[in-house]
């Protein structure tokens, strides 16, 4: 069984930064874990991938140079540090885990999610 648990979420200033984390319980390290958030009337899009335990990361064009991602398995946490927020990364994020593909990059791809955590980020 998989549980993914996401906090940080908040309300920030355009420029400022935030972290995100996603608690994660899994049975194996062979996942890949992502970040995809999903802003009101839009489809959920997709940010940065890393596998679980083999490191590597895959960032979205939209993100890179802006967002990190990291996870630590001996802490059971996945990482979301994010940079010069502006208004339009108001949404909510969510974490995810799938077992599929090599740094899945489409949400049908991720078998399991957490919540979700609202970031909003005001003008």
């Known amino acids: 069984q998989v549980q993914l648990v996401e906090s940080g979420g908040g309300l920030v200033q355009a420029g400022d930064s935030l972290r995100l984390s996603c608690g994660v319980s899994?049975?194996?390290?062979?996942?890949?874990m992502g970040w995809f958030r999903q802003a009101p009337g839009k489809e959920r899009e997709f940010l940065a991938a890393t596998h679980w335990i083999g490191g590597g990361i895959y960032y979205a064009d939209s993100v890179v140079g802006r967002f990190i991602i990291w996870g630590d398995a001996a802490k059971n946490t996945l990482w979301l540090h994010m940079n010069r927020l502006s208004p339009e990364d108001t949404a909510v994020y969510y974490c995810?885990?799938?077992?599929?593909?090599?740094?899945?990059?489409?949400?049908?791809?991720?078998?399991?999610w957490g919540q979700g955590t609202q970031v909003t980020v005001s003008s």
């Open positions: 995810a885990a799938s077992l599929s593909g090599d740094y899945p990059r489409s949400p049908s791809e991720y078998a399991y």
């Open positions: 899994v049975r194996h390290g062979n996942y890949f």
